[in-house]
């Protein structure tokens, strides 16, 4: 799932009361792929939102990550005024990833592209 369009169809949960059934639907899935991790920036509510999917989903399922953001600038896309959780979580996923660097053979100078899974 792209990440714009899931804090969409967050937004859109949450006006319409449909919330906790899709925070739950994104914790069941087997493999959650985040898309487009660090294009934009965050709101405050999306930055809650993503750490309770975060949660949610820890130790229970996969989750790949697909970012051109380098992992060590994961914390200032969160925000800093969330740092104590932030860093709970993000400590957890850097825990138990694998992680794989990526360059286009294509587009020399395109940003290499990091892939993060649980």
Known sequence: MRMPRLFE???LARRDGRFPRLIDKLAR????ILDDWGTHSLTDQQRLDLLEIFEERYRR?????????????WHAMIGEHEKAKNTAALDRRRKRRNQSQMTSTRQPSAA??????N
């Open 9 to 11: 169809d967050l937004a």
């Open 29 to 32: 899935v087997q493999l959650l």
């Open 61 to 73: 399922k996969s989750t790949l990550i697909t970012a051109q953001l380098p992992i060590a600038q």
């Open 112 to 117: 290499p592209i990091l892939l993060s899974a």
